[in-house]
């Protein structure tokens, strides 16, 4: 099994800055996929920002510009570096990754953490 633990989410003001971690561990053999969604109160979860398969990344227009993923590979944790926060952008936040494992080496599975909070307000 893998898992994957959020940490990170706060109550800030407009315009304030917090960084998000998502730590994977478990039986993993390689991570494919690994980023961010978030899930506003009745509203779809939706992509922030992603590493995809290559290394490349991808951003949600609503937060290019704003929000920076990167990554520590050795420690197979990703981050979410977000800057100039507005009340849009609260939500719960999710890490998700596609991963191989020891007992599917041949398969892709996804995985999702627990959530964390983010809300901006003044």
């Known amino acids: 099994q893998v898992q994957l633990v959020e940490s990170g989410g706060d109550l800030v003001q407009p315009g304030g800055s917090l960084r998000l971690s998502c730590a994977a561990s478990?039986?993993?053999?390689?991570?494919?996929?690994m980023g961010w969604y978030r899930q506003a109160p009745g509203k779809e979860r939706e992509l922030v920002a992603v590493f995809i398969s290559g290394g490349s990344t991808v951003y949600a227009d609503s937060v290019k510009g704003r929000f920076t993923i990167s990554r520590d590979n050795a420690k197979s944790i990703v981050y979410l570096q977000m800057n100039s926060l507005k009340p849009e952008d609260t939500a719960v936040y999710y890490c998700?990754?596609?991963?191989?494992?020891?007992?599917?080496?041949?398969?892709?599975?996804?995985?999702w953490g627990q959530g964390t909070q983010v809300t901006v307000s003044s």
């Open positions: 998700n990754a596609h991963v191989t494992t020891t007992q599917a080496p041949g398969r892709l599975t996804a995985y």
């Open positions: 478990g039986s993993m053999l390689r991570i494919n996929v």
